[in-house]
């Protein structure tokens, strides 16, 4: 597999890895271990093959910190600053070590100060941010979002791009579940079927108790997936929110 394909196709399973454990397991979110779990598994679903044996791949931690190293050491090479961000950005998902996305975003900003309109840099960014976010401190959310909006400025109504936009308002520090299910809302007119945004756009309209709305889009979302796993969760979660709306209104 060419080495920026298997790039930005671990990444979406990495990232579709974490988004499923929230919502399967919300009040547990941001346990680590978990997270890497998660993470394994989205590298053991990609790997048909042996990743380790493609060119350019890296083989373990200490090849990533020497990367990275070379990259801090000559801050004026590009080149450098790409590959060693890439390769950490890499490594950090296929192992679950989200400490690694805090030295992957410095080599990654230079190469973006370089080519600030780089839409794959611009996503990467707004990746690990979004990662270091769910996996650390919610306020990486902040920094993943104006990546999020810049690449959305480089391509306008980039599906994937909206519905990661939309997590950083859902998850964030407060939460902004209205704001998230704007973004999932743009999401899915360009694409209807798109189901992550449907499953974030369905949780969200429960948080902002638009219940009537949010029965419609787990019905649309199990018709384009029947096995998602996030269903009997969300089915759960707006039952609690229909009997919780209930009882307020007995009292």
Known sequence: MDRQKLLYALAGLALGAVISFLFANAANRRELDELRSELARARTQLQS???????????????????????DENPSDIAVQRRAGEEAYRYALMTGQ?????????PLKRAHESDPQNYDLLLL?????????????????NEARGYYV????????????????????????????EGAAREYR?????????????????????????????????????????????IPKLREELAAARSAGGARGRE
């Open 49 to 71: 093959g042996d990743p380790s044996a493609e060119p350019g791949a890296p083989q373990d931690g200490a090849r990533v910190r020497e990367l990275i190293a070379k990259a």
């Open 98 to 106: 989200s400490a690694v996305l805090a030295d992957a975003v410095r």
């Open 125 to 141: 960014l707004g990746n690990s941010y979004l990662t270091l976010g769910l996996a650390r401190d919610p306020q990486n959310f």
């Open 150 to 177: 810049k690449a959305l400025e480089a391509r306008p109504g980039d599906v994937n791009a909206h519905t990661l936009l939309g997590m950083t308002y859902f998850y964030g520090r407060p939460s902004d579940p």
């Open 186 to 230: 743009k999401a899915l007119a360009a694409d209807p079927r798109h189901e992550m945004a449907l499953q974030n756009l369905a949780s969200s309209l429960i948080a902002t108790g638009a219940l009537a709305e949010a029965a419609r889009r787990i019905d649309e979302l199990q018709q384009v997936n029947p096995s998602n796993q996030s």
